[in-house]
């Protein structure tokens, strides 16, 4: 198994694990749609994407958005996507996708990485407390949706 940085030379097998993603989270499906976002992330250098590769095949990838600490006075990293192939589950993939996002996090000397999953995520909350993460439970969650 291998992890790596995705390439514009990925976006066709990309684009379609992209799309499971977002229908796991009740999203129309939209490949052209989807292909062009990951297209701008890709050339706007917008997001660092990692994906799992087996012998040529995508199993799955993880996506991660810079932010910064105002407080810490540093970068920190957005893990916001992450999702393997149902039928690649189970194998490590995930958690070789997160190593490599620790990795990016040291690299650019960031002070950490934050990520959000649904309470009921059943295998995420198990996933991410495995891989060294801590539940937050310090402050409250908000966020306000556009109305357009």
Request: hydrophobic residues 35%; proline residues 3%; aromatic residues 12%.
């Amino acid at each position: 198994m291998l992890t790596r940085k995705a390439t514009l030379e990925d976006l066709p097998q990309l684009s379609n694990l992209f799309d499971q993603y977002r229908s796991f989270y009740h999203k129309e499906s939209d490949i052209d749609g989807a292909e062009n976002f990951l297209k701008e992330r890709l050339e706007n250098q917008d997001s660092e994407i990692f994906v799992a590769e087996e012998n040529g095949i995508l199993m799955g990838f993880t996506q991660l958005y810079p932010l910064f600490s105002s407080t810490r006075m540093k970068r920190y990293w957005l893990l916001n996507d992450l999702f393997v192939n149902e039928n690649h589950r189970g194998k490590g993939h995930s958690k070789a996708l997160i190593e490599s996002a620790k990795e990016l996090c040291i690299e650019t000397k960031a002070c950490g990485i934050l990520l959000e999953t649904d309470k009921t995520n059943e295998i995420g909350n198990q996933l991410y407390p495995s891989c060294g993460f801590e539940h937050y439970t310090h402050a409250n969650f908000y966020e306000w949706t556009n109305p357009i």
